[in-house]
């Protein structure tokens, strides 16, 4: 049993047909798709199909997700293209041997990283990227592909500089449009979004490829001034160490391949839990990393670059009712099938066909209802979202991964910091009550029981104190008790405790009992480390907050306010 991949445990011979079928109709989508993004990545064509074969294979042998697709993937190749172009190498350019073999020893880099963070657990780290980041992220990704596309669309050379720079520069050459190169990516563009309307079970990509490369050849377009792919050398992938590099190479694609790990991470876990929530599957997302570093160390040894579970070909995936890996794997096979015989067909395909396909790649990346969503529910988070947009095609997608990781890390430490915080009363049925923990606010005459909703640690300590002290110190009664509600606080850094102590003997200095309420067992324990707990008492502990209002009312001392009505802010 134990032999038996992951994702293909429990297999039910009822899935095979199911799964076959879906496997072919995901490889007509694949195929033209991956071929795409190489012109992202600035590989050879043939690389595209590489990504879906040995890196297909190793993930279902090694993930556990039954249904996740991996191969080439638009916003790490963009990651990709960005981080070399950077580099600043002679010869490392696109297209050529030199680029392509550092594009593979990225992907080897970035495999080693996802087999650190396995043995290290850091599952965790995709996390740390919120969804508007991400929103953001891939929809300044998706702006950048489809701008990215314009010139070999409209049959115009590319501009250099930087995106507005490039962008002006097909403006300014729109006179020199090639009609038929036009024509062609038109063609393209119309095919897939009319099968998509209309036929959705009929991958238009694969129809758009085939009618518009049979029309290529029959009207000898290249000859009429039409690019075309030429040449595509297929066979078997190359299987080896990228040739011409050395272990010094190593640290010039480590910024590269770190932004491919964190994206990585993020996007294929992602997908891999919706879909596996979807179905009630389990999700474990660390042995999902030991498929994706297999499959990263494949694309590296078998001349391509890196890969990355696409949210796209897994909905498509679910969609054609693929239950496990084996639909990759039939997938896998085509494409292997295609890189060894049938290569040789590609050579009339248009180039605007392919830029076709990607730009409408980029199009269904730009997530404007996401975008939407957060403008009507959250517009900080939208605006970290636009700033995320703007920096990734604008400035550089790397750039835009570090942004993003920035944001989103920031955004965590806001919301600690600046968390909600009341002041708990009880209403007359002895139900707890929020009011704002605001100056004049009280539990009871002579109480206050504090709720801070948040972690205790060095950045919001001081900011936690000041707002008790300043409940404290204008409460509209002598404070005879501060209680503080740790139901959300189940840790506190060493700042923090130093913090909290302080906070005791300020009570006291203003003749406050200080009590907690909810403590769990790993608060009481490091507060019992820091020796705070003994300041503050064994007695002074409470399980709930109905039992410190009791004990409150019960105490001798403040019987008489007890008596009183709660008070809200004066």
């Keep these: 049993m134990r032999l038996i991949p992951e994702s293909l445990r429990g297999y039910r011979q009822a899935w095979l047909s ?77 297209g050529s041997p030199d680029w392509l073999a550092f594009a593979s020893l990225t992907a080897l880099v970035c495999g080693a990283m ?10 965790f780290i995709g996390d740390f990227l919120s969804a508007s980041v991400l929103i953001g992220f891939l929809t300044g990704v998706g702006i950048q592909v489809l701008s990215g596309q314009i010139p070999d669309l409209l049959g115009i050379p590319k501009g250099s500089g930087n995106w507005f720079e490039q962008q002006w520069h097909w403006i300014t050459s729109l006179s020199s449009i090639s ?3 036009f024509a062609f990516g038109l063609a393209t563009i119309v095919i897939i979004r009319v099968f998509k309307r209309f036929i959705p079970v009929v991958p238009g990509a694969i129809v758009a490829v085939v009618l518009l490369t049979a029309i290529s050849a029959l009207a000898d377009a290249h000859a009429n001034g039409v690019s075309v792919v030429g040449a595509v050398e297929g066979g078997f992938p190359p299987i080896g160490l990228p040739s011409g590099l050395s ?13 491919c790990f964190v994206l990585i991470i993020a996007q294929s876990a992602a997908t891999s839990r919706s879909f596996a929530f979807k179905h009630g599957d389990a999700v474990d997302i660390n042995r999902d990393i030991v498929g994706l570093s297999g499959a990263s160390l494949a694309a590296g040894l078998s001349g391509t670059f890196v890969v990355n579970g696409s949210p796209t070909k897994t909905q498509i995936l679910d969609e054609q009712q693929g239950r496990t890996q084996l639909a990759n794997l039939t997938m896998a096979a085509v494409a292997l099938l295609f890189t060894l015989f049938f290569t040789g067909l590609l050579a009339d395909m248009p180039t605007a066909v392919l830029a076709g396909i990607v730009f409408l790649i980029g199009v269904s990346l730009i997530d404007l209802p996401g975008l939407k969503r957060l403008w009507g529910r959250r517009k900080n988070e939208f ?20 942004l993003a990781i920035a944001l989103s890390l920031l955004d965590l430490v806001r919301r600690q910091y600046t968390p909600g915080d009341f ?22 005459p002579g109480l206050v029981v504090f709720r801070y909703d948040a972690e205790l640690f060095y950045a919001n300590a001081n900011r936690f104190a000041d707002h008790l002290e300043a409940v404290i110190s204008a409460a509209p009664d002598p404070v005879r008790w501060v209680a503080l509600d740790c139901g959300t606080i189940d840790d506190i850094d060493y700042s923090a405790g130093v913090t909290l102590a302080n906070l005791v003997n300020y009570s006291r200095a203003h003749n406050a009992r200080f009590v907690l309420v909810r403590p769990d067992t790993q608060l009481l324990a490091t507060l019992r480390a820091y ?12 399980p709930t907050i109905e039992t410190a209002f009791r004990a409150y009312r019960a105490d001798p001392g403040t019987a008489p306010a007890a008596a009183q009505e709660p008070a809200g802010p004066s």
């Design 18 to 94: 199911r799964d076959l079928i879906a496997g072919l109709t995901l490889s007509a989508v694949a195929i033209p798709e991956v071929m795409g993004y190489t012109s992202i990545a600035g590989t050879p064509i043939v690389t595209g199909l590489y990504t879906i074969i040995f890196p297909t294979l190793i993930f279902a042998l090694l993930g556990s997700s039954r249904l996740l697709v991996v191969g080439a993937d638009s916003a790490t190749a963009a990651v990709l293209a960005a981080g070399l172009s950077g580099l600043g190498i002679a010869g490392v350019t696109p």
């Design 114 to 123: 996802l087999v650190v963070a396995r043995l290290l657990r850091l599952g």
């Design 179 to 181: 009609l038929g190169t």
């Design 531 to 542: 020796g705070i707990l003994d300041t503050i008492g064994e007695d002074n502990i409470y």
């Design 247 to 259: 272990w010094s190479d190593v640290s010039k694609v480590l910024p590269t391949a770190l932004s």
């Design 383 to 402: 605006a970290v979202a636009l700033i995320t947009t703007v920096t990734v095609f604008a400035v550089g997608v790397e750039q835009g991964i570090i």
């Design 423 to 444: 002041v708990i009363g009880q209403n007359q049925a002895g139900e707890p009550t929020y009011l704002p923990a605001v100056p004049g606010t009280q539990s009871l």
